[in-house]
T-cell receptor, first 111, second 112 residues
Framework: GAGVSQSPRYKVAKRGQDVALRCDPI?????LFWYQQALGQGPEFLTY????????KSGLPSDRFFAERPEGSVSTLKIQRTQQEDSAVYLC?????????FGPGTRLLVL | QKEVEQNSGPLSVPEGAIASLNCTYS??????FFWYRQYSGKSPELIMS????GDKEDGRFTAQLNKASQYVSLLIRDSQPSDSATYLC????????????FGAGTILRVKS
């Protein structure tokens, strides 16, 4: 596709529910990043993949957060037992060189 | 702790004026710097990247970098109402994988 796509665009979850957020990177982009953006803040790094390898997960806030990219293309960010503080926009970016191209994000609201 | 600091604003400028956005960073090792524009409810869009000290111009945008002072800025000439957005400064701290560290952003309002 022409750009990074993410789904769903909006997700409302009840506290304690599990959610899965999908990212389709730009075709051919090796590196993929997940960021979390709280209201009024800049994006914060969560995790990074190079192809299917998760090389850095230092930004994941707790063990409830899990990401995978099994075939080196589509990635899924899973949040187990969602909490209200997980409410944020989750951004995926794929890279060409050092330039990161962001998807439209998934806006997660945990009630 | 690696930090990127920006004035949250809002910065209000009249149409046609020069808007000046500033950013400081704490990690001296950083070598790559980026300005992203983010409209409300949208994802960040890359405007400029800069890697060397000095100025880099692209149309109405000029990025300025001073590594000694750990300072990077973005100038927008002939500001238009369509430039009204949040401007995010991002720094690559040169850790493995090129992850970016973002500031909280400066809200720019261009008034017609």
């Amino acid at each position: 596709g022409a750009g990074v796509s993410q789904s769903p665009r909006y997700k409302v979850a009840k506290r304690g529910q599990d959610v899965a957020l999908r990212c389709d990177p730009i075709s051919g982009h090796v590196s993929l990043f997940w960021y979390q953006q709280a209201l009024g803040q800049g994006p914060e790094f969560l995790t990074y993949f190079q192809n299917e390898a998760q090389l850095d997960k230092s930004g994941l806030p707790s063990d409830r957060f899990f990401a995978e990219r099994p075939e080196g293309s589509v990635s899924t960010l899973k949040i187990q037992r969602t909490q209200q503080e997980d409410s944020a926009v989750y951004l995926c970016a794929s890279t060409m060189g050092e330039t990161q191209y962001f998807g439209p994000g998934t806006r997660l609201l945990v009630l | 702790q690696k930090e990127v600091e920006q004035n949250s604003g809002p910065l209000s400028v009249p149409e046609g004026a020069i808007a000046s956005l500033n950013c400081t960073y704490s990690d001296r090792v950083s070598q790559s710097f980026f300005w992203y524009r983010q409209y409300s409810g949208k994802s960040p869009e890359l405007i400029m990247s800069i890697y060397s000290n000095g100025d880099k111009e692209d149309g109405r945008f000029t990025a300025q970098l001073n590594k000694a002072s750990q300072y990077v800025s973005l100038l927008i000439r002939d500001s238009q109402p369509s430039d009204s957005a949040t401007y995010l400064c991002a720094v690559n701290p040169m850790e493995y994988g090129n992850k970016l560290v973002f500031g909280a952003g400066t809200i720019l309002r261009v008034k017609s």
